[in-house]
């Protein structure tokens, strides 16, 4: 899962990071797919924190990043630490996806964060595996036609 998020993030151009390198997606270390090595610093998020959230999108702004998009990855652990982790970014204006199945323990964990329960997002994990064969695609046919 995390290897698929990275690789969507990758191919929207964004600078991707994960803190698990050594699993494996597709015969590739994640270590290899994340386009960042570390996680960078952000001046207002808990760094031991935010450099174990599963996937991050960062854009690049000059020497700057900022976080785009964050993912945490559900499906065998509880959503509660998930959200925790996610909400480091509390100051950003980021959109905060968790990958699970559970979705009454997800509402239940999202009500417990009234002040960023607009930003949260929950992905069947089935849904993840749509989005990243259609982008491949879409990537395949702008390159095919050159658009």
């Known amino acids: 899962m995390q290897g698929r998020l990275l690789e969507i993030g990758n191919i929207r151009g964004f600078s991707t990071y994960c803190p ?3 699993k494996k997606f597709n015969q590739r270390e994640l270590g290899e797919i994340a386009k960042l090595e570390k996680c960078p610093d952000l001046q207002y998020a808990n760094y031991d924190s935010l450099r174990n959230i599963d996937v991050i999108w960062f854009r690049e702004a000059g020497k700057q990043f900022y976080p785009e998009r964050a993912f945490e990855v559900e499906l065998s652990t509880g959503v509660w630490s998930g959200a925790g982790r996610l909400a ?3 100051e950003y204006n ?3 996806v968790i990958i699970s199945n559970e979705l009454k323990r997800y509402n239940q964990v999202v009500e417990t ?3 960023i329960k607009d930003r ?3 992905v069947l994990p089935e849904d ?3 989005l990243y064969m259609a982008e491949g695609r879409l990537r395949d046919l702008r390159q ?4």
């Open 20 to 22: 698990n390198k050594s």
């Open 88 to 90: 480091t970014l509390r």
């Open 94 to 96: 980021t959109p905060l």
């Open 113 to 115: 964060q009234p002040e």
């Open 120 to 122: 949260f997002r929950n």
């Open 128 to 130: 993840v595996g749509v």
């Open 144 to 147: 095919q036609i050159g658009v």
